[in-house]
């Protein structure tokens, strides 16, 4: 009887564990994400011109009005906030930049990808940040951008009559930061419901009414509907390019205070991606 030879087995290969991902390789892998997008590039150009080109005509025509006023007229100009920051092109920007900041994260449930993103990083919070710090970065520069733009566009334009005003003039540094920080405040406001929602057109309708509809509920006849007023988003803006402060025996209501504009502005954003935070730390894909 012939004895077959034993054939020894080769030790099983251990597998190797795949390096945990740093938070700068996520940085990395959500602005690839956005610039790869054909659509990004000219959103944010079309924003852009859409807001400035609004400050433009605003300023044209004030430059009319002014050729029919008295000289007298042009000794103490206050264009900044109707000129410089129309309310219609940065309530634009408002809803455009949240909208948004909502489908950056809402199209990647949609599409399945976000299933690809948490087999690669299994613990999804470090992901929703770098998604913020990215989204929060690009719409600075467009905010900033956009609002030395205006600015400069509609000063140029008034100062055809010596109505415009120089950047040394009073409340114009605060207003050019107030509108240029808006943006960002905007999208990550958009992106925290978008992680909450997870719904395309319920989480950009729920950006819009959040941002622009919801201010409108709470009228400014009472002092404590100004004060819910004067704390979201569109009030805190109006507050702080509003190049007066409050005027002695006006209204009975007080006006919002600049540093608790300021404090709207931490607020909102930070709120929204504290709860998106949690929200994907308790719940599945």
């Not at 996520?26 to 659509?39: H, Q």
């Not at 467009?142 to 205006?150: H, M, R, Y």
């Not at 569109?234 to 507050?239: C, E, L, Y």
Request: charged letters at 10%; glycine letters at 6%.
């Amino acid at each position: 009887m012939t004895t077959l030879p034993s054939v020894t087995r080769p030790p099983s290969a251990t597998p190797v564990a795949e390096p945990p991902a740093r938070f700068r390789d996520l940085l990395a892998s959500e602005w690839i994400k956005m610039r790869s997008l054909r659509s990004t590039p000219w959103t944010l150009a079309f924003t852009a011109l859409f807001v400035i080109g609004s400050s433009a005509v605003a300023s044209l025509a004030d430059l009319n009005n002014l050729g029919r006023s008295r000289p007298d007229a042009l000794q103490t100009p206050e264009f900044l906030c109707f000129d410089a920051y129309p309310a219609a092109g940065y309530m634009t920007l408002m809803l455009l930049a949240g909208s948004i900041g909502a489908v950056t994260i809402v199209s990647e449930y949609s599409s399945g990808l976000i299933r690809t993103t948490t087999v690669a990083v299994p613990a999804r919070h470090p992901v929703v940040l770098a998604k913020a710090g990215v989204v929060a970065a690009v719409w600075t520069v467009v905010g900033a951008i956009i609002s030395t733009g205006a600015f400069l566009v509609s000063q140029a334009i008034l100062s055809e009559r010596h109505a415009g005003v120089p950047l040394t003039h009073p409340g114009v540094a605060r207003a050019m930061v107030a509108s240029a920080l808006v943006a960002p405040v905007c999208a990550l406001v958009g992106l925290g419901l978008g992680v909450l929602i997870r719904h395309t057109a319920a989480a950009i309708v729920a950006t819009l009414f959040t941002l622009l509809m919801l201010p409108t509920l709470f009228s400014q006849s009472k002092q404590w509907s100004a004060d819910v007023h004067h704390m979201m988003v569109v009030g805190a803006w109006k507050r702080l390019v509003q190049s007066w402060g409050e005027i002695p025996g006006g209204s009975p209501v007080r006006d919002a205070t600049v540093s608790g504009s300021w404090c709207a502005y931490a607020l909102w954003p930070l709120i929204a991606i504290a709860l998106a935070v949690v929200v994907v730390r308790r719940r599945d894909v």
